[in-house]
């Protein structure tokens, strides 16, 4: 506040300092521009004043030369009439002769008898040889009377004796007329002097005054200094003026043009008024802003303040803050609650030993009671902490802060809940938190160690077991199941090691197991299947599961942890590419394969980015008809190095390494462009990945892949499999009723050799179903396959679908399919997958032979 007040004081003084520093500014500038005006029209009047002279100076000389000569006529009408009219209007022309008597005159006729050879002035005008003809003098008019200023020329005969005086009166009323021309005011005076103070006229009249010496007045500087603006007091009205005086250049004559102070000071006592009135408002808007500003900080700091004590009462830590005498000054609520003292009881001054007292009536334990005066007052100017242990199992951090002059504070915080928290975050960085098995952090730091431990002739197996068909389970029965058996699997796995063993989780259905000696590592193996295989009840569900395990040993397949682990992954990748259930140890070969799928990979890339592939069709036929009802779009690679290359190798390779969903997309739209040059009742089938399905964009790729190649939706069939549909069912159903909404045709493929349920026969839209492969190979040779068949064709019927047998090869398998109610088949009976052109020529398409109908198939082979 102090500080705004003395902020408040400044400015104000600011604004007055510069108010006044703008009024008198404005003052003086206003005088300056009145002495400048002033004189300027002091210098114009002085101007014309002295071009008048000259005329009038000349005109005389001229008049007195032709009275020379003509003197004897001197008193005649002529020399009137010339005189009268030299005159004109400016002044009168008077010829008195040596003895002072007027003996013509421009003035009306007939002249009055006038005589002014006694005056002394007419003494001088005809004595003084050395006297300036050419100045003006004040004289009294001799006819009218009063005091004017007169030019004066003496007539002189052969002998340059005096024979006559012309004197030309300017009258008083030629300076009035002059002045009164000029605009300079209401309060302006025009006052026409001669050098020595005499006041010839004034303007405004003044007549009193004419002829009256001021030398020795206020207007002294004015004959003193002419040329120069000079502020007098008035002896004419008595007020203060500016008079501007300029001397006439030949005539002793002084011109003083003058206004009134006050006059020149009207405009800007205005002008005062407004700078005022600006400055009143300015300061009074400063102290109305810092009025309000000073107002605002004492609410707030009032409002702090009332923030403060709240903020302090309802800390989660307790607070209580010390003087440099170890006297209480403040606490707050929750350092009570803390403590369990009583409110009454804890009063600001009390000192540490006080407190402690209180303490210990509150049944603390001595122990702590200790602690807490020891920290008190020990070191009290050092920043420091300490946890205590309450007997309750509570957890307070003492924290003492000294502050700046002495004194310091204290917080209280009880930290019970975040030790804890602490202490299961370093469980959970190291242990898993489902199973409580070791994480992998932890499993690579143990089998670092187990690795730097092994002796010359120790051997260490490390074991990594992935859980067969985990995911079918979690997907099917759910995410709570999953994890119970997660459990199960978890104790049975510790059940089975030897003490010195250790068994790890890596994530989700993979363990590792590190064994100290691998000796015995064939009997723990089977030990591990044995126990897996037993079923587990989790949940009311009873779950069988088994497991691939891939195994390393050190220091033969190595010694560094990453290269164990590779090793061991590489192991467990081959145990469950030979179908799973089983395990397998580590052998170079697997290591040689591994980066021959690398290259594969790479050379997959490659082949995707530009579109080295084919498209082969494999036609499908009517059992009924025998016509071909559409093909099968199968998808070749021909490698320039490694020749044909199997889809049964590069497509899974493909969905591994993220490069499906684009070959996919080609294979959908390249399938599309050619099949609508087919016959319009032949479809096309085209295989799609669950991976590519998975995707909500698909139905979308799908009809502009439609529309991109003007192939009608019906003509279209997607395959999929069995094992798309145990995952995510609905946002799988939403997907296949909007490729139905398209008008597209869905297949289930390989049909009854997965997780079939009859029940997606029934939820799910497919419009055909596909018998693989394996029921029509033993389909002459086993009853049981037969009998397949015929439920699967019985409900393929009771749902209005299509069945489709795969791999057909024989005419007795094809008979036995068209009397088991079959409608479609495909296979080498009738077809291999033939290039497109092939096909344009089995079809009989225009291009081919020049057909335009239908092929019929052949039924026989």
């Given at each position: ?52 002279f ?18 004897p ?46 005056h ?76 020595g ?137 929750r350092?009570?609650e ?60 003492i924290?003492?802060?000294?502050i ?97 063993d ?45 497991a691939s ?12 942890v ?82 044909f290359v ?84 609905e ?17 289930l ?31 002459t ?16 019927a ?64």
């Open positions: 506040m102090r500080w705004i007040v003395g902020i408040g004081i400044l400015l104000i003084a600011a604004i007055s300092m510069a108010t006044a520093w703008m009024i008198a500014d404005s003052r003086e500038r206003a005088l300056r521009n009145a002495e400048r005006e002033l004189g300027n029209t002091a210098m114009l009047l002085g101007r014309q004043f002295d071009r008048t000259d005329a009038l100076n000349v005109e005389q000389s001229e008049t007195a030369s032709s009275l020379v000569h003509t003197f006529l001197a008193k005649t009408l002529s020399t009137h009439t010339l005189l009268a009219l030299k005159a004109g209007e400016l002044g009168e022309f008077d010829l008195y002769d040596s003895a002072g008597a007027l003996i013509n005159s421009s003035r009306p006729w007939p002249l009055p008898d006038v005589r002014i050879g006694h002394p002035a007419f003494k001088r005008w005809t004595s003084d040889d050395e006297r300036e003809e050419s100045e003006a003098e004040i004289v009294r008019d001799p006819v009218r009377g009063g005091q004017t200023l007169a030019l004066v020329k003496r007539l002189r005969g052969p002998t340059r004796e005096t024979t006559g005086v012309l004197t030309r009166t300017i009258p008083n009323s030629w300076y009035e007329s002059l002045a009164s021309s000029i605009v300079l005011g209401a309060d302006a005076s025009i006052a026409v002097f001669t050098s103070g005499t006041l010839v006229t004034r303007w405004p009249r003044f007549t009193q005054a004419v002829g009256q010496n001021f030398l020795d007045s206020d207007l002294k500087p004015l004959f003193l200094r002419p040329n120069a603006t000079h502020r007098v007091h008035s002896p004419f009205d008595g007020i203060q003026r500016l008079a501007s005086s300029r001397m006439l250049s030949k005539q002793p004559v002084v011109v003083v043009v003058s206004r009134s102070v006050d006059g020149v000071l009207s405009a800007w006592w205005r002008e005062l008024w407004v700078m005022v009135a600006v400055a009143l408002a300015s300061a009074l808007a400063v102290a109305v802003v810092l009025f309000q500003l000073g107002r605002n900080i004492i609410r707030h700091e009032t409002d702090l303040r009332q923030r403060y004590s709240i903020a302090v009462d309802n800390m989660a830590q307790g607070l209580s803050l010390f003087d440099a005498a170890g006297r209480l000054l403040l606490y707050n609520r350092y009570l803390i403590y369990r003292l009583p409110p009454d009881a804890v009063k600001p001054g009390l000192r540490g030993s006080d407190i402690v007292g209180l303490l210990e009536k509150a049944g603390h334990d001595p122990h702590l009671i200790q602690q807490y005066h020891a920290f008190a007052m020990k070191n009290a100017g050092a920043r420091s902490s300490f946890e205590t242990e309450f007997s309750d199992g509570r957890t307070i951090l924290t003492r802060e000294p700046q002059g002495g004194g310091w504070v204290m917080t209280h915080e009880e930290i019970t809940e975040r030790k804890r928290a602490d202490s299961r975050i370093h469980h959970l960085a190291h242990y898993d938190d489902l199973t409580g098995l070791p994480n992998r952090s932890s499993f690579r730091k143990h089998l670092g160690d187990a690795l730097d431990l092994i002796e010359p002739g120790d051997q260490l197996a490390l074991l990594y077991i992935d859980i067969d068909e985990f995911k079918i389970v979690n997907d099917t029965l759910g995410h709570p199941v999953g994890d119970q058996l997660l459990k199960c699997i978890a104790e049975r796995l510790q059940r089975c090691l030897a003490p010195a250790y068994v790890a989780r890596l994530g989700g259905d993979e363990f590792a197991v590190v064994m100290a000696d691998a000796t015995t590592v064939r009997d723990l193996v089977a030990t591990l299947q044995l126990a897996l295989r037993e079923t587990f009840d989790c949940a009311g569900h009873v779950i069988s599961p088994d395990i891939g195994i390393a040993l050190a220091p033969e397949h190595g010694r560094e990453d290269d164990l682990i590779a090793k061991a992954d590489l192991a467990l990748y081959a145990a469950k590419s030979e179908g799973r259930r089983t395990y397998r140890f580590f052998m170079p070969e697997m290591d040689i394969k591994a980066k021959a799928r690398h290259e594969l990979a790479t050379e997959l890339k490659r082949a995707v980015a530009e579109h080295d592939f084919h498209l082969h069709f494999q036609p499908l036929v009517d059992l009924n008809s025998g016509a071909i009802a559409g093909c099968e779009a199968l998808l070749r690679w021909q490698h320039p190095l490694r020749g199997s889809p049964a190798e590069f497509i899974p390779l493909a969905e591994d390494i993220g490069l499906i969903e684009e070959l996919g997309e080609w294979v959908l739209d390249h399938a599309c462009g050619v099949a609508v040059g087919w016959p319009a009742s032949m479809t096309v089938a085209v295989n799609v990945s669950p991976i590519q399905f998975r995707r909500s964009t698909f139905p979308l790729k799908v009809a502009a892949t439609l529309a991109r190649t003007g192939l009608p939706p019906h003509r279209l069939e997607l395959e999929i499999t069995e094992a798309l549909l145990l995952q995510d069912t946002s799988t159903l939403a997907i296949l009723n909007q490729l139905r909404a398209l008008g597209v045709k869905i297949a493929d390989d049909f009854g050799t997965g997780y079939s349920s009859l029940s997606y026969l029934h939820r799910f839209p497919f419009d055909k179903i596909k018998i693989d492969k394996s029921f029509v190979d033993t389909l040779a086993e009853a049981g396959s037969a009998t397949i068949v015929r439920a699967i064709v019985q409900i393929a009771a749902g209005n679908k299509t069945t489709l047998a795969e791999g057909v090869e024989t005419a007795a398998q094809r008979d036995l399919l068209r009397q088991l109610g079959c409608q479609q088949m495909q296979g080498y009976l009738f077809s291999p997958a033939l290039p497109a052109d092939a096909l344009a020529r089995l079809i009989g398409l225009p291009s081919a032979e020049g057909q335009t109908a239908q092929r019929r198939a052949p039924l026989t082979v």
